[in-house]
T-cell receptor
Framework: DAKTTQPPSMDCAEGRAANLPCNHSTISGNEYVYWYRQIHSQGPQYIIHGLKNNETNEMASLIITEDRKSSTLILPHATLRDTAVYYCIVRVYAGNMLTFGGGTRLMVKP | GAGVSQSPRYKVAKRGQDVALRCDPISGHVSLFWYQQALGQGPEFLTYFQNEAQLDKSGLPSDRFFAERPEGSVSTLKIQRTQQEDSAVYLC?????????????FGSGTRLTVV
């Protein structure tokens, strides 16, 4: 699975959009981009995934660049409960294991 | 149950002691995974079951680690002769069947501290 690069930490004001970047320059044509988050003392939680089109669900939006070498997870109106570590993972669709990197620690501040 | 249940939630073991960590996956979930998460790090894959078959154990760090899922539901991760470096959170995840992505559900983990 391709490696990803994420900033180690980010801050965001409550109520504002949180934009979390991820670089995956070695992504293969059959690999999807997945996002998970881990709130303190909990297991990781699936957020969203996509191949090349932008995706949106009730939790977030995923914007993938045309060359697929990077993506951005957008939380449109961040709340204090969105404070967590966010992991960007690339892998083949429905592969088995997830390979987690260091993730981005997002701190949402009042 | 509604989610993946892991027990105990916390475990303190003396160095050299054997421990057993339990995972109750979501009913009917075929795939089950174990991960190890050291403090401040992302989870690292340990092993994978499809039903009762252990299809991948490449992430187990040593032969002191053993996992089983004899009836294809509950799984146990056993660590023999625990060492301080085994201190970590052990996460279990399950998914409905091989090949689905929406259904990866993690438990809250067991925090193991070896003293």
């Amino acid at each position: 699975d391709a490696k990803t690069t994420q900033p180690p930490s980010m801050d965001c004001a409550e109520g504002r959009a949180a934009n979390l970047p991820c670089n995956h320059s070695t992504i293969s044509g059959n690999e999807y981009v997945y996002w998970y988050r881990q709130i303190h003392s909990q297991g990781p939680q699936y957020i969203i995934h996509g191949l090349k089109n932008n995706e949106t669900n009730e939790m977030a939006s995923l914007i993938i660049t045309e060359d697929r070498k990077s993506s951005t997870l957008i939380l449109p109106h961040a709340t204090l409960r969105d404070t967590a570590v966010y992991y960007c993972i690339v892998r083949v669709y429905a592969g088995n294991m997830l390979t987690f990197g260091g993730g981005t620690r997002l701190m949402v501040k009042p | 149950g509604a989610g993946v249940s892991q027990s105990p939630r916390y475990k303190v073991a003396k160095r050299g002691q054997d421990v057993a960590l339990r995972c109750d996956p979501i009913s009917g979930h075929v795939s089950l995974f174990w991960y190890q998460q050291a403090l401040g790090q992302g989870p690292e894959f340990l092993t994978y079951f499809q039903n009762e078959a252990q299809l991948d154990k490449s992430g187990l760090p040593s032969d002191r680690f053993f996992a089983e899922r004899p009836e294809g539901s509950v799984s146990t991760l056993k660590i023999q002769r625990t060492q301080q470096e085994d201190s970590a959170v052990y996460l279990c995840a399950s998914s409905p069947q091989e090949g689905t992505d929406y259904g990866y559900t993690f438990g809250s983990g067991t925090r193991l501290t070896v003293v």
